[in-house]
């Protein structure tokens, strides 16, 4: 259930207190170690292609690439990858460089440098910089038009669609995820640094650090389809369209990824300031969420991590800062069940000079579940309208309300389907769901729901149709 409600949420949000590399020495696993471990996780997950990266100190230990993408070409380490919300801790890196010289300041309220940053609320002019990094501004999905910013087509035109919204709460009072908070800070980042984010992000980080494939944007991502799974079978698809900036547009590779991770250790060449750094991974009060970063605890030892998936993407990045370990797991496909993060799980265990638990089974188990329970209601609906006829005639002549409670009962499966976006975003905590994105990754949830609903639908329907006939 864990991994259904992480995948269903889109990302993996934790939090992370500051770092203090490398207090703990650990030998690294060997290359052939890790290789061999990850070949054993992709056999038993099944995944269509899979990429991934250890890093320690300022070196990486090993990078590869596992499987092929939808055009069937073999995926290697300098396969790029969508990584979805891993894509924050690039942009609040990047906000970071522009902290360091002095033209940002994290407690500076967001329109004193972006005027064009208005909202229906007037306490939007309030919100801080900080408060965007760390999720505490007061922004939501329920509040905001996400549609209308999913149709943009830049940042400006982002901020644009933001205009009618309205804030949750109080700036810095409470923290929400909200995908919102790093679009601006992409336009931030545009705007002060005079590129646009693209480019800002290519000279400020990527190309600092030799990360030389990594870019912002759809075009960046060959081929354009990912997998989803459906029933435990996997079928390509192009990725939802959609805008995708700050929050979640970058695509890297395994190998630039071990870059980027030696440099959040605190190793190699740097791109902001050890205090910057520190400021990047720690929470803020009350809340639990750094700056694109999280804690979770493994084996009592705290990781910093951030996960993401797109709809036909996943990924998960972990740094640990006892040991100065790097990790980052990639796949070109989504499914309920995040296959991702119990791979990173075992890569942690091989660091600590444990045996890893190969993952594997969680996927198909879901789905198989949910296929056993589409059949059951296709079943039961195929027996509801065979029996109406009988449950007509044993009803007849009895109270209307007792027969109205019978049918209503039939009907429930129907309900829940019609609000299933509903549900769904209140398992996330608010975060907007539409019916084009149940289609991806939630497909085999969507597909019995809607099994589940045209059963109780043709059985409630039979059974009026025979009372009628009856009566």
């Not at 696993?29 to 290789?35: E, F, G, H, L, N």
């Not at 980080?205 to 996997?234: I, K």
């Not at 993407?313 to 119990?342: E, H, I, K, R, W």
């Not at 009988?390 to 309900?415: I, S």
Request: with cysteine; proline share 5%; hydrophobic share 45%.
């Amino acid at each position: 259930m864990r991994r259904f409600v992480l995948a269903l949420a889109l990302s993996l949000v934790v939090a992370a207190p500051g770092p203090a590399w490398g207090t703990e020495p650990a030998a690294a696993p060997t290359p052939a170690a890790i290789d061999r471990y990850l070949r054993e996780a992709f056999d038993s997950t099944g995944l269509p292609g899979m990429s991934a990266v250890v890093t320690h100190g300022d070196r990486i230990v090993h990078a590869t690439g596992l499987g092929r993408d939808a055009s069937g070409r073999p995926v290697t380490a300098d396969t790029p990858m969508r990584v979805a919300s891993v894509s924050k801790s690039f942009t609040a890196t990047a906000v970071m460089t522009l902290v360091d010289e002095g033209r940002v300041a994290l407690d500076q309220p967001v329109a004193s440098y972006l005027p064009e940053f208005r909202m229906a609320d007037p306490r939007a002019a309030r919100i801080t910089v900080r408060q965007l990094l760390n999720q505490t501004s007061g922004l939501s999905d329920r509040t905001v038009d996400i549609g209308a910013t999913q149709r943009a087509t830049t940042l400006a035109g982002y901020l644009a669609a933001l205009r009618h919204g309205r804030l949750a709460g109080e700036p810095g009072a409470r923290w929400e995820y909200c995908n919102v908070n790093y679009d601006v800070a992409a336009r931030l980042v545009e705007v002060v640094d005079g590129r646009d984010f693209a480019e800002a992000m290519r000279a400020r980080v990527f190309g600092r650090l030799g990360m030389g494939v990594s870019a912002v944007g759809d075009r960046a991502a060959q081929p354009s389809e990912g997998f989803v799974s459906v029933y435990g079978t996997w079928r390509a698809r192009a990725e939802l369209p959609g805008f995708r900036g700050g929050a979640g547009g970058i695509v890297t590779t395994a190998s630039d990824m071990g870059r980027w991770l030696i440099s959040q250790t605190g190793h190699g060449p740097q791109v902001v300031t050890d205090g910057s750094l520190a400021v990047l991974h720690e929470p803020s009060p009350g809340s639990g969420y750094a700056m694109g970063w999280g804690a979770e605890e493994v084996e009592g030892r705290t990781l910093l991590v951030h996960s993401g998936n797109l709809f036909t993407y996943t990924a998960v990045q972990a740094v640990d800062p006892a040991t100065g370990f790097g990790f980052a797991v990639m796949t070109n496909s989504a499914s309920l069940y995040d296959d991702t993060y119990d791979v990173l799980l075992g890569l942690v265990a091989l660091a600590d000079g444990r045996r890893p638990a190969v993952p594997g089974g969680g996927r198909q188990t879901t789905e198989t579940a949910l296929a056993v329970t589409a059949l059951v209601a296709f079943g039961l609906g195929v027996l509801g309208v065979l029996r109406s006829g009988r449950w007509a005639r044993l009803r007849a002549g009895r109270a209307w309300w007792r027969t109205g409670l019978r049918l209503v009962w039939a009907l429930v499966p129907v309900a829940v389907l019609a609000s299933y976006p509903q549900w769904a975003s209140a398992l996330m905590n608010g975060r907007a769901v539409t019916w084009a994105q149940l289609t991806y990754f939630p497909a085999p949830l969507t597909i019995t729901l809607a099994v589940a609903a045209a059963a109780g639908l043709a059985t409630a329907a039979a059974r009026l149709v025979r009372l009628r006939s009856v009566g």
